[in-house]
């Protein structure tokens, strides 16, 4: 339970928003991705940074 940081900045998620509907963004720990709250897209991290590409985004399962 040590791994508490987070996985981008705050400052960082603060300014950043969904691309494809400029939703609000939260962190996803299990499989590291930045999550659309309205959509439901996940923009994965890779190394510590988020790929924030619609092509590359986990579309919502439904
Ligand atoms: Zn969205």
């Known amino acids: 339970m040590t791994n508490e940081e987070p996985l981008v900045s705050a ?3 603060a300014i950043m928003q969904c ?10 720990r299990e499989k590291p991705a930045l ?7 996940a ?11 619609v092509e590359e985004a ?5």
Not at 19 to 28: F, H, I, T
Not at 43 to 53: F, T
Not at 58 to 62: I, N, Q
């Open 11 to 13: 400052e960082l998620l």
């Open 19 to 28: 691309p494809a509907c400029a939703g609000e963004l939260s962190e996803r």
């Open 35 to 41: 999550v659309c709250a309205d959509c439901g897209r």
């Open 43 to 53: 923009y994965p991290i890779r190394e510590g940074i988020p790929v924030m590409l």
């Open 58 to 62: 986990e579309e919502p399962a439904s």
